[in-house]
């Protein structure tokens, strides 16, 4: 079984801002199977579904962004994931790519994010696949955090269904394929 976690921050207060992008993608595959994240383990809303004929379990931490990689060790820990990293996919924001692009790695650094710093933290690697969803604007930010805070604009979100699509798609791929030609597809 797969680990898909999408990284966000729990509350009203945070939905449908930038920061939130991996939760979204994560409804919205709840969503297509037919189901709602709803369950409740390690801090975290779980919800089990079938992609491309393997089970996966959708994963939304409550943990608030910075302490992500707590909720998601203590479901490795557990007896059905048997601690197996390369069977976890990781969607977050990333404020280095363009609005819009996706970009699949079966590794790698944080790059300055703090969810996924306290994954590979928590997990003691970087050995984890991820999907990074771009959300950089055109203009320089003069506070990175307010940014990733704030609701996407209304040209951001007519977009964003199209985006979050493409990346459910790459999520497909990497499932059915593997994270290579996926990223070949996708990247």
Do not use: W
């Amino acid at each position: 079984m797969r680990l898909i976690v999408g990284l966000g921050n729990p509350g009203t207060d945070y939905e449908l801002t930038r920061h939130n992008v991996g939760f979204l993608l994560v409804d919205l595959l709840a969503e297509l199977g037919g189901m709602q994240i709803k369950r409740k383990d390690c801090r975290a809303f779980l919800g089990r579904i079938e992609i491309e004929n393997e089970r996966v379990e959708l994963v939304k931490p409550q943990t608030f962004m910075n302490l992500s990689g707590e909720s998601i060790s203590c479901l490795l820990a557990k007896n059905e994931y048997r601690d197996d990293k390369s069977k976890l996919i990781v969607v977050s924001d990333d404020l280095a790519l363009p609005f819009g692009k996706i970009r699949l790695r079966p590794r790698g650094s944080s790059g300055g994010h703090n969810g996924l710093k306290s994954i590979a933290a928590n997990l003691k690697t970087e050995e984890f696949i991820r999907l990074r969803i771009g959300i950089q604007p055109e203009h320089p930010l003069a506070n990175t955090r307010n940014f990733v805070l704030e609701r996407f604009s209304k040209q951001e979100q007519a977009e964003l269904a199209e985006i979050l699509k493409r990346s459910a798609d790459a999520i497909r791929a990497v499932i059915r394929d593997g994270v290579e030609k996926a990223m070949a597809q996708f990247n």
